[in-house]
């Protein structure tokens, strides 16, 4: 009769399996995250070269220039260029938070794969003891057979003289 392998560290494994999808999943809202802050940039940029572009072309019309108009075209640019900058170094944290938790990611992913290799050769053991053990009985199942055969064969011999 075959015994049934159980992993003495399955709940080890289960648990470092779970704190590995956590932070997998935790890597996906901080990606989501450092997205929407990327898209938020790309915005500040779109701005900042729409009204850059807008006031050269106002610029172009001969007589056309207001000093009050450049006035407030420069400082609005400068503070989109501020806010930019700002939104530069919030991306720059985001990322570097999340390259952080990629490590991590990475050194729990080491730890999950050596707690199922470590699994895998206690299997791979347990499978190694069971066919010996089967080995075992077969053999000696066949040298009670055969032993038993050869007494009844030493009495049929016997019978016959």
Known sequence: MSKRFRYALQPVLLSRTWALDALKLELGERNASLGELQGQRAAIGQESAAVNQAWQRQAEVPGNFNVDGFATVIAYLGQLAELARRKDEEIALAAQERDALIDR??????????????????????????????FKAADDHWSTL????????ADKHEQQF
Do not use: L, W
Request: proline fraction near 0%.
């Open 105 to 134: 990611i990475v050194a729990e992913q080491r730890g999950v794969e050596a707690v199922e290799e470590h699994r895998d050769k206690m299997f791979a053991e347990f499978r190694k003891e069971e066919n010996s053990a089967q």
């Open 146 to 153: 055969h032993v038993r055969d050869h007494e009844h064969g």
